[in-house]
């Protein structure tokens, strides 16, 4: 199996590369440096365009920069300026990794757009670029890093390699967020294609993970303009907290993590349990009817509040401490 070499305690990552989608700013910047902190070798990609709902010229001056940051920090890095929606500028993305690293070890998708709009005033686009940015992006680079780890895997005669797929989803999902209804689609289908991932990837030596992150960036700058930052010390809003499980996640000791989501902010991770079946109910004859069903699960709502559903809006009161 394809570790990387033993090196000191604050280096694990020695040894290996990382391509860490929207890098240029916010979450992925932060996650882009942890990842040279820790030893990686990164391709810092971004498509650079201004507006968090995408709109713009893209640029290749965000990615370029944190890449030369990298570098000035003594690590490796190279920008990659490529769209992640569009899957052959994704499969470049990969490749990049390969011919500049010698290979593709950790993944760290991280690219986004915003486009809010409750659900009868969207439009089309809307809810098509969301999608596409956000869960076909996920895809495109999973899909590349999957066949590259499989090949890998394959030449070694079968034997496991080394990789890493770090998702981002959102607590928007797991609260449903009523004005982001295409954001929320798109990171609920990403927690999907991770778990789905995780253990198609499994036998490869490969793992996949997803974390929702809260920290304030230029996606979420509305969204936390109430929440003052402290006048000493780190922000607890601050993208520099959610690096560090990033990091984590990408390393040799998070082996046995896989197909996990994790809640992280604020000097705080929470791991979120699957779904349970809450209530069960069978049928007296072969099939339900109308009625049978009115008088079972009627009465089983009757008292429930009117706003409890399906969405876990307390992981929005969950903080340190």
């Given at each position: 199996?394809?570790?990387?070499?033993?090196g000191?305690?604050?280096?694990?990552?020695?040894?290996l590369?990382?391509?860490?989608?929207?890098?240029?700013?916010?979450?992925?910047?932060?996650?882009?440096?942890?990842l040279?902190r820790?030893?990686?070798?990164?391709v810092?990609?971004?498509?650079?365009?201004?507006?968090?709902?995408?709109?713009?010229?893209?640029?290749a001056?965000?990615?370029?920069?944190?890449?030369?940051?990298?570098?000035?920090?003594?690590?490796?890095?190279?920008?990659?300026?490529?769209?992640v929606?569009?899957?052959?500028?994704?499969?470049?993305?990969?490749?990049?990794?390969?011919?500049?690293?010698?290979?593709?070890?950790?993944?760290?998708?991280?690219?986004?757009?915003?486009?809010d709009?409750?659900?009868?005033?969207?439009?089309?686009?809307e809810?098509?670029?969301?999608?596409?940015?956000h869960l076909?992006?996920?895809?495109n680079?999973?899909h590349f890093?999957a066949?590259h780890?499989?090949?890998?895997?394959?030449?070694?005669?079968?034997e496991?390699?080394?990789?890493?797929?770090?998702?981002t989803?959102?607590?928007?999902?797991?609260a449903?967020?009523a004005?982001?209804?295409?954001?929320?689609?798109?990171k609920?289908?990403?927690?999907?294609?991770?778990?789905?991932?995780?253990?198609?990837?499994?036998?490869?030596?490969?793992t996949?993970?997803?974390?929702?992150?809260?920290?304030?960036?230029?996606?979420?700058?509305?969204?936390?303009?109430?929440?003052?930052?402290?006048?000493?010390?780190l922000?607890?809003?601050?993208?520099?907290?959610?690096?560090?499980?990033v990091?984590?996640?990408?390393?040799?000791?998070a082996?046995?993590?896989n197909?996990?989501?994790l809640?992280v902010?604020?000097?705080?991770?929470?791991?979120?349990?699957r779904p349970?079946?809450?209530?069960?109910?069978?049928?007296?004859?072969?099939?339900?009817?109308?009625?049978e069903?009115?008088?079972?699960?009627?009465?089983h709502y009757?008292?429930?509040p009117?706003?409890?559903?399906?969405?876990?809006?307390?992981?929005?009161?969950?903080t340190?401490?």
């Amino acid at each position: 199996m394809a570790l990387p070499q033993e090196g000191s305690p604050e280096r694990p990552l020695e040894g290996l590369s990382a391509v860490v989608t929207g890098a240029g700013r916010g979450l992925g910047r932060a996650e882009a440096l942890e990842l040279a902190r820790l030893g990686a070798a990164v391709v810092v990609n971004d498509y650079g365009r201004p507006g968090r709902d995408g709109s713009g010229a893209s640029s290749a001056g965000p990615a370029e920069e944190v890449a030369a940051e990298i570098r000035d920090r003594g690590g490796r890095a190279v920008a990659h300026t490529g769209d992640v929606s569009d899957f052959r500028q994704a499969r470049e993305l990969v490749r990049s990794a390969v011919e500049e690293f010698g290979r593709l070890d950790v993944l760290v998708n991280n690219a986004g757009i915003l486009r809010d709009r409750m659900v009868f005033s969207m439009t089309e686009d809307e809810w098509d670029s969301v999608i596409r940015v956000h869960l076909k992006g996920h895809f495109n680079t999973t899909h590349f890093a999957a066949a590259h780890w499989r090949e890998r895997s394959k030449a070694a005669g079968g034997e496991k390699v080394y990789g890493r797929i770090v998702n981002t989803s959102s607590e928007a999902f797991l609260a449903g967020s009523a004005g982001q209804p295409n954001y929320a689609a798109a990171k609920g289908g990403i927690v999907g294609l991770t778990t789905s991932t995780a253990l198609a990837l499994a036998k490869y030596g490969v793992t996949a993970n997803v974390i929702c992150p809260r920290a304030r960036t230029r996606m979420t700058e509305d969204v936390f303009a109430g929440f003052q930052r402290p006048d000493q010390g780190l922000d607890p809003l601050a993208p520099e907290h959610v690096a560090p499980l990033v990091g984590y996640l990408a390393a040799p000791a998070a082996a046995r993590v896989n197909g996990q989501l994790l809640v992280v902010h604020g000097g705080m991770v929470a791991i979120v349990e699957r779904p349970r079946v809450q209530a069960k109910f069978d049928s007296k004859q072969e099939t339900f009817t109308y009625d049978e069903l009115d008088a079972l699960l009627t009465p089983h709502y009757a008292d429930r509040p009117a706003g409890e559903t399906f969405a876990a809006a307390e992981v929005l009161g969950l903080t340190r401490g």
